[in-house]
Each structure stands twice: as C-alpha cells, then as structure tokens.
C-alpha cells in the first residue's frame, strides 16, 4: 500500500508540473515534507477545474458528478483506483480536511457548468468555493493540527486565496468572456468593463491583498517562505494589470515573465535567510 500511495502522489506531482510551472516552484520553496501534500490538493483540483473548463466535447456535468462521487467515496472506504483521488483522500485523512471545503470547492467548479450574471452574493459564494477553500486546505497541512494556529490564520489564507482569484479573473477577461461566456465580476458587462470600473476591483484586491501579508508573516516558517512566493509573484502581475488600461485587459493577457519570475525567487530567498520574512 506505501508503494501505491507514494506512486498515486507521484502523479499529482507530475499534474502539478505539467500545470503550473508557478504553483511547482512555490512548492519546492516549501520544506520537503509539505511537497507531497500540496502536490496532492492542486492535483485534486486541477483535475475538477479540467472537467470544467477543457473538456468541452464531452459531457462535463457528468464527468464532475461522477468525480465528486468517487472523490467522496475516496474518503470514506480510504481507497481509489485514481491516483489523484487516492492521493487527495490520503491528505484530506492525514491532516482532517473538512470535507465541507471539498463540498464547497466542487460546488463552484458545478457553478461553471452554467451562464450566471453574478450579484455580490454569488461572487462571493463563488470565490470562497473556488479559491478560499483551497488556501484553507493547504493551511491544514502548514499548521498539521495546531488547530489555535490554524484558526487564527483562517482569516488571512482567506484573503490570499480571494486575491489570488480575483487577479485570475482581471487576467483572464478576455478568454473565459471568448471562450466561456464568463464574466465573474458583479455588475460588470464585458463590453462596458472601463477604467473606473478597473480601479475599484482593484482597490478590493488590494485590500485582499493587505490582510493576507500578515498572515503569511505569522505562517510556521516551513510554509512561510513557499507562501510568500506566491504572493509576491501574484502581487507583481497586479502591479502589472493596475499599470495598463481596461482597453488592454480586453485585448492582451498580462504575464510576469520568467526572468522576472526568478527574480522574485531570489529575493524571496535572500529575505528568507535573512529572517526578512
């Protein structure tokens, strides 16, 4: 069984690498024993995320019953024949992930499925679904079961995950509005979307952004470093998307480039051993 376990997360490594060149660097940022957890929760929602977003030639509402059904399944008999599943089923008993946030996490990538027009309500629902619960996850492996620290983080990783999504969402307009039909901000029409429009989504960002740095400082420092990574790396590409008109947003997807990417790595590191952050 050690043997198909360690395989099963060997291959949400290889998802992970293949994904998301960011998201891999961020975890080996991580000490070592945290690699194979992380690996295993972006495993499991890349593939949700998949089923919703690519495979379009097939019938996805299916496909993402079928897969929240044998994600359950998963946890309760301890066992799947998908190595992502098993895996993922391996974390969430090691480190007690509330299976609400899994449920909250699947019922966004349902929300997918269909054309919504988002009010506040369901922006936020959506949000806390897609991205805060999967901060939350990972914060259960940082904290492996300081639950005082866990709580007391819940807040901050909240906000992380809300500014991480929304940046996703200014980035990405153009394509989940071309191809998907989307437009996840309330209030917004894609063919309105302008600069006033632009800056406040910003503020709110910004905002997201400022209640999580506190939390990452108080991160277990095994965590703290990965984490902040991510932030920085996230908080260049918004520096990036707040220096360009809503016109651009429409027209070109910003990116950080990679020397830039390995910039923010080595300074992340410097202050790291620095005991900067």
């Given at each position: 069984?050690?043997?198909?376990?360690?395989?099963?997360?060997?291959?949400?490594?290889?998802?992970?690498?293949?994904?998301?060149?960011?998201?891999?660097?961020?975890?080996?940022?991580?000490?070592?024993?945290?690699?194979?957890?992380?690996?295993?929760?972006?495993?499991?929602?890349?593939?949700?995320?998949?089923?919703?977003?690519?495979?379009?030639?097939?019938?996805?509402?299916?496909?993402?019953?079928?897969?929240?059904?044998?994600?359950?399944?998963?946890?309760?008999?301890?066992?799947?024949?998908?190595?992502?599943?098993?895996?993922?089923?391996?974390?969430?008993?090691?480190?007690?992930?509330?299976?609400?946030?899994?449920e909250a996490f699947l019922k966004s990538m349902e929300m997918d499925l269909d054309d919504h027009q988002y009010d506040h309500n369901l922006y936020?629902?959506?949000?806390?679904?897609?991205?805060?619960?999967?901060?939350?996850?990972?914060?259960?492996?940082?904290?492996?079961?300081?639950?005082?620290?866990?709580?007391?983080?819940?807040?901050?990783?909240?906000?992380l995950g809300a500014a991480f999504q929304k940046v996703n969402f200014l980035r990405d307009m153009k394509s989940d509005y071309k191809e998907r039909?989307?437009?996840?901000?309330?209030?917004?029409?894609?063919?309105?979307?302008?600069?006033?429009?632009?800056?406040?989504?910003?503020?709110?960002?910004?905002?997201?952004?400022?209640?999580?740095?506190?939390?990452?400082?108080?991160?277990?420092?095994?965590?703290?470093?990965?984490?902040?990574?991510?932030?920085?790396?996230?908080?260049?590409?918004?520096?990036?998307?707040?220096?360009?008109?809503?016109?651009?947003?429409?027209?070109?997807?910003?990116?950080?480039?990679?020397?830039?990417?390995?910039?923010?790595?080595?300074?992340?590191?410097?202050?790291?051993?620095?005991?900067?952050?």
């Open positions: 069984m050690e043997l198909f376990k360690n395989t099963c997360l060997q291959c949400s490594k290889i998802i992970t690498e293949a994904y998301s060149t960011s998201f891999t660097l961020g975890i080996k940022t991580l000490d070592k024993k945290l690699h194979a957890p992380i690996y295993a929760i972006y495993g499991f929602v890349r593939c949700a995320d998949e089923i919703v977003d690519t495979f379009h030639e097939f019938n996805k509402r299916k496909l993402l019953q079928d897969f929240k059904k044998q994600t359950f399944e998963a946890i309760e008999t301890g066992i799947s024949l998908n190595p992502v599943l098993h895996a993922f089923q391996c974390v969430v008993k090691e480190y007690s992930i509330n299976h609400d946030y899994i936020e629902e959506y949000i806390y679904g897609s991205a805060e619960v999967v901060g939350l996850m990972c914060l259960k492996v940082f904290c492996n079961g300081n639950e005082e620290q866990f709580e007391r983080l819940k807040k901050p990783a909240c906000s039909g989307r437009v996840y901000f309330p209030k917004v029409e894609y063919q309105k979307f302008n600069n006033a429009s632009k800056a406040e989504i910003e503020a709110d960002i910004l905002k997201d952004f400022n209640d999580a740095y506190v939390g990452i400082m108080a991160l277990p420092r095994s965590a703290r470093m990965g984490v902040y990574l991510a932030y920085v790396y996230y908080l260049k590409l918004f520096r990036k998307i707040q220096r360009v008109s809503a016109t651009h947003i429409l027209k070109e997807r910003v990116r950080v480039p990679d020397n830039t990417k390995l910039a923010l790595l080595l300074s992340s590191y410097l202050k790291y051993r620095l005991n900067a952050i």
